[in-house]
């Protein structure tokens, strides 16, 4: 059984180079944007130029919104406990939305070396660390990995 690898990483600190570099090196062969709302102040980063960045690296785009956190659930976070509660409703919230995990899961299989993507570089900050967990737990197979870079 080949293996496959669900990469996660965040692009909070980095330039667009950095981050395709970051992607290159780690043969990515599609990125899964799961920012509810692909929109960034950051140069690159907004859902139509990283679309056409992946394009120009041969890397396919894919977004899924409805497996990112809305952004008013976001504004009201202080401390590490508003985050585990945060976590914790939108680990839950993940089984709500059975029809895109299983899309995930099938473009994992598809292309083997795939990375969730969104805007915070600490991945214990970001929801992309419980939603590769939870798809983790889905697939349930020696032959899978889950990478935080």
Same mark, same amino acid.
């Given at each position: 059984?080949?293996?496959?690898?669900?990469?996660?990483? /965040?692009?909070?600190?980095?330039?667009?180079?950095?981050?395709? /570099?970051?992607?290159?090196?780690?043969?990515?062969?599609?990125?899964?944007?799961?920012?509810?709302?692909?929109?960034? =102040?950051?140069? /690159?980063?907004?859902?139509?130029?990283?679309?056409?960045? +992946?394009?120009?690296? %041969? @890397?396919?785009?894919?977004?899924?919104?409805?497996? %990112? @956190?809305?952004?008013?659930? =976001?504004?009201?976070?202080?401390?590490? %406990?508003?985050?585990?509660?945060?976590?914790?409703?939108?680990?839950?919230?993940?089984?709500?939305?059975? %029809?895109? @995990?299983?899309?995930?899961?099938?473009?994992?299989?598809?292309?083997? =070396?795939?990375?969730?993507? &969104?805007?915070?570089?600490?991945?214990?900050? +970001?929801? =992309?660390?419980? &939603? /590769?967990?939870? @798809?983790? $737990? $889905?697939?349930?197979?020696?032959?899978?990995?889950?990478?935080?870079?």
């Amino acid at each position: 059984m080949k293996q496959v690898i669900l990469f996660t990483i /965040g692009y909070e600190k980095k330039t667009i180079e950095k981050f395709f /570099g970051e992607l290159t090196s780690n043969k990515i062969r599609a990125l899964i944007d799961i920012r509810a709302n692909p929109v960034s =102040r950051k140069p /690159g980063f907004s859902k139509k130029k990283l679309q056409s960045n +992946c394009e120009s690296q %041969g @890397i396919l785009y894919f977004h899924f919104p409805e497996a %990112g @956190i809305p952004s008013f659930y =976001r504004k009201e976070l202080k401390s590490t %406990g508003s985050y585990d509660e945060l976590f914790d409703w939108y680990s839950s919230n993940l089984k709500t939305i059975p %029809g895109a @995990i299983q899309q995930i899961i099938g473009l994992v299989y598809q292309y083997s =070396r795939v990375v969730l993507t &969104c805007f915070e570089s600490d991945v214990n900050l +970001c929801h =992309r660390k419980p &939603c /590769g967990e939870f @798809i983790e $737990k $889905k697939i349930n197979s020696e032959s899978f990995r889950l990478i935080h870079i």
